[in-house]
């Protein structure tokens, strides 16, 4: 039950009810309404900036997951980046220089991208400095990682073909050394056996019993087994590429025919003494650009340095040769 109130009238000197109308009652409940109304938006507006709500929570951990997340990959860009670099270093310092390559330069392997915005769509937010940054890293990684990429294929291509080539050089003794009975003759000016004369001698005369094995000195393909060339009796010639050619003379016969591709180290043939031959031996020679050279310098295949040393000194002795 509302309390009456009353007020002191002074004209008739007696206390008088108070009577309320609806119309201020109305409008005294709107003033209130309307304060508490905006009592209660201040107090939340306040509130907010020290209270956040639970999706506001929920949002910033998922910022700060994110970011950290951003950290984390830029560490493993950086570890990354670290053992790229050494893979950088090593391919232009040892493969690339091994194999006549140039080396590829720093600008091309670490270049940006030029031209248009690449990032423009990850502009305006609160994080876009480490996102940018992020994926730009990555952009340059993974060029960097394509560039190397084509380096390492094309050594692949160029040690294949530096080993084919390795294996092709004629680069043994093609006669061992247990059925040798002497290294003859070496290259150089000899006397010859039948004229007694002093001319040059191109090739070397291993000295060996009829019959013993004679390898081939490289890998190639036979051009020639037969015995239509003047002076050399039963001979063999193996085409080995890039420039290079050897020759087997005064055979006893051949294990190989024309046109027989043949890895170093096959045996092709016998020794023997046909041609123009004093006694059974195996005139090896060495051709280079269709220029026959010195056969000492091709034995590091299956030498030691001291049978290498022993058989230089024997070869560099002026002595007659056996053909």
């Known amino acids: 039950m509302s309390k009456v109130k009353y007020y002191y009238d002074s004209e008739t000197l007696s206390y008088k009810k108070i009577e309320r109308k609806k119309r201020n009652t109305l409008k005294y409940a709107s003033i209130f309404i309307l304060a508490s109304a905006l009592f209660a938006f201040l107090f939340v507006s306040i509130a907010s900036q020290f209270v956040k709500s639970p999706r506001e929570r929920a949002l910033v951990r998922e910022l700060q997951h994110m970011e950290l997340q951003y950290r984390l990959l830029n560490k493993k860009m950086d570890e990354a980046q670290a053992v790229l670099s050494n893979v950088e270093e090593r391919d232009n310092a040892i493969y690339r220089l091994y194999f006549e390559a140039n080396p ?139 420039g290079y050619e050897s020759l087997y003379a005064h055979l006893y016969k051949y294990n190989v025919r024309a046109n027989q591709k043949v890895k170093r180290g096959d045996l092709i043939g016998f020794v023997g003494s046909t041609g123009r031959s004093e006694a059974p031996h195996l005139h090896y020679e060495v051709w280079k650009d269709n220029e026959r050279i010195n056969p000492i310098n091709f034995y590091y295949g299956n030498l030691s340095a001291e049978e290498y040393s022993n058989l230089l000194e024997r070869a560099a002795l002026e002595n007659q040769s056996l053909d």
């Not at 692949?156 to 050394?177: G, H």
């Not at 003859?184 to 009829?210: E, I, L, W």
């Open 104 to 242: 590829i330069p720093e600008e091309q392997r670490k270049a940006g991208f030029g031209g248009i915005n690449r990032y423009k769509s990850l502009e305006g937010f609160d994080n876009s400095k480490i996102i940018i940054e992020t994926n730009k890293r990555m952009d340059i990684l993974q060029k960097q990682i394509v560039v190397q990429s084509k380096s390492l294929d094309e050594i692949a291509v160029l040690a294949a073909d530096k080993e084919k080539f390795l294996a092709s050089i004629p680069a043994i003794q093609p006669v061992n050394n247990e059925d040798l009975t002497r290294m003859a003759s070496g290259y150089g000016y000899r006397t010859d056996p039948f004229t007694k004369v002093r001319k040059f001698h191109y090739g070397m005369d291993f000295t060996a019993p009829r019959g013993s094995p004679i390898y081939a000195s490289g890998d190639g393909v036979v051009t020639r087994a037969d015995n239509t060339a003047t002076g050399y009796g039963n001979h063999i010639r193996i085409d080995h590429g890039y």
